[in-house]
T-cell receptor, first 110, second 116 residues
Framework: GQSLEQPSEVTAVEGAIVQINCTYQTSGFYGLSWYQQHDGGAPTFLSYNALDGLEETGRFSSFLSRSDSYGYLLLQELQMKDSASYFCAVKGGGADGLTFGKGTHLIIQP | DSGVTQTPKHLITATGQRVTLRCSPRSGDLSVYWYQQSLDQGLQFLIQYYNGEERAKGNILERFSAQQFPDLHSELNLSSLELGDSALYFC???????????????FGEGSWLTVV
């Protein structure tokens, strides 16, 4: 099976940069994904890392270190609309599904 | 709009009852996933189907069952409902057996189930 650990809550200031960390344990590994979910809404895909390194998509970047079983999501130039929960997810080997962490609630202050 | 359609959006039912949640995946997607989200448990993976066959199984209770039909829509059946089954149930879909397009799966808006 898989397990993921991420902070339950992070607070940041509008316009700043914030990093949300994720560590994982999985048998087999097919990549680390990040999803965003606004209150009451559907999770939406943000980014995916299959290989070590940094992937950049606009204001969002995601990093992966497979040797450390660790990744992070970096959000730059924070906007109030970025207030949401952020989930990391892994797909393990075999018949394991795509498993999500419990999510990090990002609070942005003006 | 992700293209994944779930019905009903809201459902209130009594303990001991049975309900069926329905999901239509995005056009062209062969894989369907079901997730349960409650306040303290995050997104819990229940089950995945690919082209009509069960592909992966998570923490799905024996009281719950699912299937994917030839037209690729899926149903999640919840029986002998308990108060603790109250949650938001998401369906998601992807093209491949797991998410071959950059590990992207697309979520529907969810079905809110309240058991009273």
């Amino acid at each position: 099976g898989q397990s993921l650990e991420q902070p339950s809550e992070v607070t940041a200031v509008e316009g700043a940069i914030v990093q949300i960390n994720c560590t994982y344990q999985t048998s087999g590994f097919y990549g680390l994904s990040w999803y965003q979910q606004h209150d009451g809404g559907a999770p939406t895909f943000l980014s995916y890392n299959a290989l070590d390194g940094l992937e950049e998509t606009g204001r969002f970047s995601s990093f992966l270190s497979r040797s450390d079983s660790y990744g992070y999501l970096l959000l730059q130039e924070l906007q109030m609309k970025d207030s949401a929960s952020y989930f990391c997810a892994v797909k393990g080997g075999g018949a394991d599904g795509l498993t999500f962490g419990k999510g990090t609630h990002l609070i942005i202050q003006p | 709009d992700s293209g994944v359609t779930q019905t009903p959006k809201h459902l209130i039912t009594a303990t001991g009852q049975r309900v069926t949640l329905r999901c239509s995946p995005r056009s062209g997607d062969l894989s369907v996933y079901w997730y349960q989200q409650s306040l303290d448990q995050g997104l819990q993976f229940l089950i995945q189907y690919y082209n009509g066959e069960e592909r992966a199984k998570g923490n799905i209770l024996e009281r719950f069952s699912a299937q994917q039909f030839p037209d690729l829509h899926s149903e999640l059946n919840l029986s002998s409902l308990e108060l603790g089954d109250s949650a938001l149930y998401f369906c998601a879909s992807s093209v491949g057996p797991w998410d071959t397009q950059g590990n992207t799966i697309y979520f529907g808006e969810g079905s809110w189930l309240t058991v009273v």
